[in-house]
């Protein structure tokens, strides 16, 4: 099992790191890609909004919905992400967890995660480095993250 995972997601992307005990480095272990963040907004979209008629005169406007598309998409990665996340604590592929991403995805994700497994979480990290290389990452991480011991006490 590895002791620390680490998920460094935007909305459009997210890769997943594992960190051992004592570990030099990350090493990347997955890949996800958002689909829907790269679909222009009107495509997003299968049908016109709704269309509501006033009740005095011949007007009528479009509602708009409460969540934008992209929004949604966002959402939706978020909660995929949950999933995987929460299928491979109950597998035990790892005990503790890192988030990393930018402050609004950030709280989608805690959101995906749920209670239970929001308690795994050793840190929050509110920045975007899903295009930065992996060594650049591991230097936005206390340096107690890679250091013998430090993982299993949090």
């Given at each position: 099992m590895a002791e620390v995972w680490i998920l460094v997601a935007d909305r459009a992307r997210a890769r997943l790191f594992s960190l051992g005990p004592g570990a030099p480095r990350l090493i990347e272990?997955?890949?996800?890609?958002?689909?829907?963040?790269?679909?222009?907004?009107?495509?997003?979209?299968?049908?016109?909004?709704?269309?509501?008629?006033?009740?005095?005169?011949?007007?009528?406007?479009?509602?708009?919905?409460?969540?934008?598309?992209?929004?949604?998409?966002?959402?939706?990665?978020?909660?995929?992400?949950?999933?995987h996340l929460k299928h491979a604590h109950d597998e035990q592929r790892y005990r503790d967890l890192v988030l990393i991403a930018p402050p609004r995805f950030l709280g989608a994700l805690n959101a995906a995660l749920g209670a239970r497994l929001g308690e795994t979480v050793l840190m929050r990290v509110p920045k975007n480095l899903t295009r930065n290389p992996a060594n650049e990452i591991r230097e936005a991480l206390p340096r107690r993250l890679f250091k013998r011991g430090a993982v299993a006490t949090g």
């Open positions: 272990i997955g890949d996800f890609v958002n689909p829907g963040a790269r679909i222009p907004g009107h495509e997003l979209e299968h049908a016109p909004p709704p269309r509501v008629h006033d009740r005095f005169g011949a007007g009528r406007h479009a509602i708009e919905a409460h969540t934008p598309p992209r929004e949604k998409a966002a959402l939706q990665f978020a909660a995929m992400l949950g999933a």
